[in-house]
């Protein structure tokens, strides 16, 4: 980040990364091979943030604020950013899986997305090993595209020998900085 800052890509920006355990971000019970239970959900949109714009110098508003997350952390950012849209400007998720996203929302949901603002982006490796979360992606891109919603949507090319570091820290590490870039271009500027 301090390197992002010293050339100029970025501004200087708080960026806070909670602990999801293997949760999507949702209240109760939820994760793939291990499952979490609490009130993530709560936590982030309404202690969290409560807390850090109370605890440091912020811009406490939406428009000055940025969710993100991988894996089920992306499904639970993305579906935070579009059922609070208000409280967030910009998301970004990699290596998601969003079918259970697209199932949750309304028509009235997607229209209230549409008209937001939020800037939404998301990729995913090429060879992720988990298809699954590859196909939900795509299908996540076609749904946007298809209901007038803006997004980018990214398949990155990781060549490498072992696909499971297309859904692990380094596909993540990488993509991390094009996410402080892409959120920065939004909140930053607000």
Not at 19 to 47: P, Q
Not at 58 to 74: C, E, F, K, N, Q
């Amino acid at each position: 980040m301090n390197s992002l800052i010293s050339q100029g890509k970025i501004q200087e920006m708080i960026v806070v990364m909670p602990n999801g355990d293997n949760s999507a971000y949702e209240n109760g019970c939820t994760g793939s091979l291990i499952w979490s239970c609490g009130k993530y959900e709560d936590y982030i949109v309404r202690d969290l943030i409560t807390e850090i714009d109370g605890k440091y110098y912020t811009i406490p508003d939406g428009a000055h604020r940025a969710i993100g997350g991988i894996s089920l952390g992306a499904r639970g950012a993305m579906r935070i950013a579009f059922l609070y849209t208000g409280k967030f400007s910009a998301v970004v998720g990699h290596s998601g899986r969003y079918d259970y996203l697209v199932g949750e929302m309304t028509d009235q949901d997607w229209e209230r997305v549409k008209n937001s603002g939020l800037m939404i982006y998301f990729d995913r490796g090429d060879n992720d090993y988990l298809i699954t979360y590859s196909q939900t992606s795509d299908v996540f891109d076609e749904i946007l595209t298809s209901k007038g919603i803006n997004h980018e949507y990214v398949i990155v090319d990781m060549p490498t020998s072992n696909p499971a570091e297309a859904h692990d820290w380094p596909f993540w590490s990488q993509r991390s900085v094009v996410a402080l870039e892409k959120d920065c271009q939004k909140i930053c500027y607000a």
